[in-house]
């Protein structure tokens, strides 16, 4: 498994369900869920589209994640990309969506 939905964060808005190019997200009762983990191939695209942080993507003891997770939570300008590792210490690195693309 690539992922998985903390459906206590969740909102509802569908944005992962539209975005996963193996169609594996779904909505029930106004939640999103993964239909099949096995087949997630950890593509992120539904990670990029979730503002509120309830996408958890496992990063792989291959690139050292060690089982820690990613999410992102957006809050205005700023995207916050948490890493939680097993032990529960995470590390937050902000950035401000306006501000990145100026030169």
Same mark, same amino acid.
């Given at each position: ?5 903390? $459906? ?16 594996? #997200? ?55 990309? $948490? ?9 937050? #690195?902000?950035? @401000?969506?306006?501000?990145? @693309?100026?030169?």
């Amino acid at each position: 498994m690539s992922i998985a939905i903390k $459906t206590e964060n969740c909102i509802g808005c569908g944005r992962c369900t539209e975005v996963c190019p193996g169609n594996l #997200i779904r909505l029930r009762e106004g939640k999103a869920y993964i239909k099949r983990e096995r087949d997630c191939w950890g593509c992120t695209s539904c990670l990029k589209e979730c503002k509120k942080g309830a996408i958890l993507f496992f990063l792989g003891a291959d690139m050292g994640g060690r089982g820690s997770t990613l999410s992102i939570r957006e809050e205005g300008a700023l995207r916050k990309w $948490t890493v939680t590792d097993p032990s529960g210490i995470t590390q937050t #690195i902000e950035t @401000n969506t306006q501000e990145a @693309n100026q030169y």
